[in-house]
C-alpha cells in the first residue's frame, strides 16, 4: 500500500533497507547465537546519518520526526529485532534530554549522539520497580554542589555498552512517584559500575545489563528538569519512544511474512506448493490484514505526534498494543506454516518469534498499555458528561 | 587537501555482449554501477578529507548517462563532481583517455589522485599509471594502506605477490588502490539527498584546452582486431587428489597422448 511517504522519507527507508539486507542480514543469525552487541551495525548506522534522525538540525541532527524515526527502525525490525532494538534503546535514551534538557545540556550531548559518536540508554526499571515506576528505590541525594545516587538498576537496554545513562532516581521518597528525578550519567563516572548482563530468550545482539550505582557523584546541573519530574520525564518519553516499538512490531511481522509466504511458494506437499492450499492461503491472508492495518495505526499516531498534538498517551499505547501483539501473531504463525522448517535455526523465522515476544513485555506490558488506553477512556467520558 | 577520485561506470554483469561489428562493448541495456575498485579510491579519498580536511572532488569521463555515477558518489561523500564529456572524447583508448583526465586534473588542481586498481570491463590498469606520466608526477599502484601523510609526504604499502613494499613519494601523487585498502561506506541520508540536488559540472574539449589529435578514436594508438569469447572446450578433464596424487595422474595422462 501506498503511504504516500515524502522523498526524505522514501530516501531513509530505501537506504534502512539497504543496511538490512548488505549489512545486518548476513550476520544477523551469528550475533543472535553468540550474543553479540553489533557494534559494527550502529557505527555504519551512524556514518549514514542514522543516529540523528529525529534530533533537531541545530544539534547536528537531521531534523525530522516519529514517522523517519519509525521508518527506520520497522526496516530494521524486518530483518534484526536484536539490531533494531540497540537502536531504538538509543532514541529512547535520548528523549529525556531531548524534551526536558537545559540548552547546555543539549548542546553538550545531542550533537555526539546524533553523529553516533555516542550511545544511550534509558534507565528507569529495578527489580522492584517494572510496571509501577512509583516503586523506584535508587535515590539520588543533593551534597553541595552533587547528587550522591545509590542503587540498582535492572534489565537495562544498551547499559555497559552505551556512554550516556539517563536514569531515574528517587529525589524525596516520602513524595512518592512525585519524589523521583531524571539525570544524566556519564560512563566512567566513579560509582557507577555494571552488574549482571542478561541472557535472554530473544533479541540477543542487543546488551541488557543491570546498572550499579554505590555513591555515585554526579554534578548537580546533570538533573534534567527540575527535581521531582522524574516521572513525568519518564512517562513523556515513552509516550514519545512507544510508537517506535509499533514500528518494531510491524518490521519483525512483515519480515517474518515474507520468508514464510517465499516458503509456501516452494514447498511441495501432495503434489502441490503449500500456498495452494486454502488452509495456508487463509493464515497468510490474515497475516497481511494484521500486518498492513498495524502499519496503517502505527503511521498515523506517528504522524499525529508529529503535528505537534500534546497528549499521546493513549494513541501511542495503541499503536504499540495493536502493532506488537500483531507481532507475535504473525511470528507464531509463521513458523506454524513452514511446520518443521520454521523451527528449526536455519530459517529465520524461529528467532523472530522468539524476538517478537519482548514487543509484548518491554516500555510497558501490554497489558499497562490498556491500562494507560482505559484511563484515556475514563478521562474523556468524564469530560463528556 | 585537495583530492581528485577518478570513477569509471562499468556494466553491472558478467554477461557483456559485444557488438560483432565494431568490436566494442555493448552497454545499452545493461544496468551500471561505479567499477568496484573506484568505490576504494572514494573511500580513501574521503577518509583523508575527514582526517586532514580538504575536498573530495570526483570526476568521470563518460556520456552524459554517467551522471548518474557522479550521483551516487555524492552520496558517498564526494564534495564535488565533475562530468568530463564531449563527443569528441568517443572511442577513446587507454592513451586518449588518461591524455584527456590529465588535462582535467591539471584544471581542477590535486594534491593527492586516487584510481581504482583497474576496471572491471577493461581489466588494463593502465589509466591511472599513464595519467600520472602525462601529468609528470609520480605513482604508486596497488596501494593496499595508507600509513601517513604529512609535510608534503605520503607514506603507503604497496601490495605484492609476496608480501608488500613499503613507498614514499612527494606529493602530488597518484595512487592506485586495491580492495584490501578499506571498506567502502554505505551511502548517507544526507549524501543520498544531496545527490538529487547536486549540479554537475560539466568539462569539454574548450575548457581542458586538449589537442584534437590526441583526444577520442583519432587519437587513440590502440586499434582493436577482433574481441572473441572463446570456444568451449569439452575434452579437457579435472584431476582431484592431493598435490602428489595430482602430479602422478597428470603425468600418467600426460604419458598416454605422448607429451613425455
Known sequence: MDYFLTEEQQVIRDLARRIAEEKVLPVRAELDEKEEFPWKIMNILAKSDFMGIYIPEEYGGLGYGTLELCIAIEELSRVCLGVSTTYAANALGTYPILLFGSEAQKKKYLPDIASGKKLVAFALTEPNAGSDASGIQTTARLEGNEYVLNGTKQWITNGGEADIYTVIAMTDKSKGARGASAFIVEKGTPGFSFGKKENKLGIRASATRELIFDNCRIPKDNIIGRPGMGFIIAMKTLDKSRTGVGAQGVGVAQGAFEVAAEFAKTRHQFGSPIISFQAIQHMLADMAIQIEAARSLVYSVARYIDSGAKDISKESAMAKTFATDVAMKVTVDAVQIMGGAGYMREYPVEKMMRDAKILQIYEGTNQIQRNIIGQAIIKETTARM | ?260
Open chain 2, 1 to 260: 587537501m585537495k583530492i581528485v577520485v577518478c570513477i569509471k561506470q562499468v556494466p553491472d554483469t558478467a554477461e557483456i555482449k559485444i557488438n560483432p561489428e565494431t568490436n566494442t562493448l555493448v552497454r545499452e541495456g545493461v544496468p551500471s554501477i561505479i567499477n568496484p575498485y573506484d568505490l576504494h579510491a572514494l573511500e580513501a579519498g574521503v577518509q583523508i578529507k575527514e582526517e586532514l580536511g580538504g575536498t573530495v572532488t570526483v570526476i568521470t569521463m563518460g556520456p552524459p548517462q554517467a551522471e548518474s555515477a557522479l550521483r551516487e558518489a555524492i552520496s558517498l561523500g564526494a564534495d564535488e563532481v565533475i562530468l568530463i564529456s564531449d563527443r569528441a572524447f568517443a572511442g577513446s583508448d587507454t592513451w586518449a583517455t588518461s591524455y584527456t583526465l590529465s588535462r582535467a586534473i591539471k584544471k581542477i588542481g590535486a594534491d593527492i589522485i586516487f584510481c581504482g586498481k583497474q576496471a572491471i570491463d577493461g581489466d588494463t590498469a593502465q589509466v591511472g599509471p599513464e595519467t600520472a606520466e602525462f601529468l609528470g608526477i609520480p605513482h604508486i599502484s596497488y596501494v593496499k594502506k595508507i600509513e601517513y601523510i604529512r609535510d608534503g609526504v605520503i607514506r603507503v604499502q604497496r601490495m605484492m605477490e609476496d608480501g608488500y613494499d613499503v613507498v614514499e613519494s612527494p606529493l602530488p601523487v597518484l595512487l592506485t588502490v586495491v580492495k584490501e585498502l578499506n571498506e567502502p561506506r554505505m551511502p548517507s541520508i544526507r549524501g543520498v539527498l544531496a545527490s538529487r540536488r547536486i549540479e554537475i559540472k560539466k568539462m569539454g574539449m574548450a575548457d581542458i584546452e586538449a589537442r584534437e589529435d590526441c583526444v577520442g578514436l583519432k587519437g587513440s594508438p590502440t586499434k582493436v582486431k577482433n574481441i572473441f569469447a572463446p570456444e568451449r572446450r569439452k575434452d579437457s578433464m579435472m584431476i582431484d587428489g592431493t598435490p602428489e596424487e595430482q602430479v602422478e595422474k597428470l603425468i600418467e595422462e600426460m604419458r598416454k597422448i605422448k607429451c613425455l
